[in-house]
């Protein structure tokens, strides 16, 4: 299990489409908002937390068509099918990979991001604790989509499509979370239906997507 991680780690950084590709993407979105909605500082103030949030979905949404695609290529999947690792386990590590070279770089960034958002520095703490707890769910449910899409000829699109629905619960409570943190507002709800969230998602989706992977193999 190490060994994948480690492996899936190199080849991510070694490919150059992992987290600089999503920090990229997440400073852009961050850097045009403004452009687009005025210099009010005080609206931005406000819509930050969404913005920040929408901007971390759609970042980690760029790099899950890579998931499986290059084991696929190369005949890698095959093999790791039939290893002695439970595939549940390798779907585990993926997402876990995923998670580290995209999601935990947007958690670490999001903070540098919001002073363009004029956000409170009230609310970077609350934005990081729900980034940290919503972006591992975001990772596990990509990696679903991902398997349902594997080996299909411009799968990118359906897979965003997929995917960007079952995106919008953790969207909601993430932001909403960030947006009580900034208002120095009760933020227990939202953060604890955010933890169920993502508990629930690495406790079932494994599971469905193995079953998904040796379907799409036979």
Known sequence: MIALLTRDLRLALRAGGGFGLALAFFLIVTVLVPFSVGPQSSLLATIAPGVLWLGALLACLL???RIFALDWEDGSLDLLATAPLPLEGVVSMKALAHWLTTGLPLVLAAPILGVLLNM????YPWLMMSLALGTPALSVIGTFGAALTVGLKRGGLLLSLLVLPLYVPTLIFGAEAARRGAA????ATPLLFLAGITTGTIALLPFASAAVLRVNLR
């Open 184 to 187: 120095g507002m009760e933020t």
């Open 120 to 123: 409170p520095p009230a609310a």
């Open 63 to 65: 790099s899950l068509d």
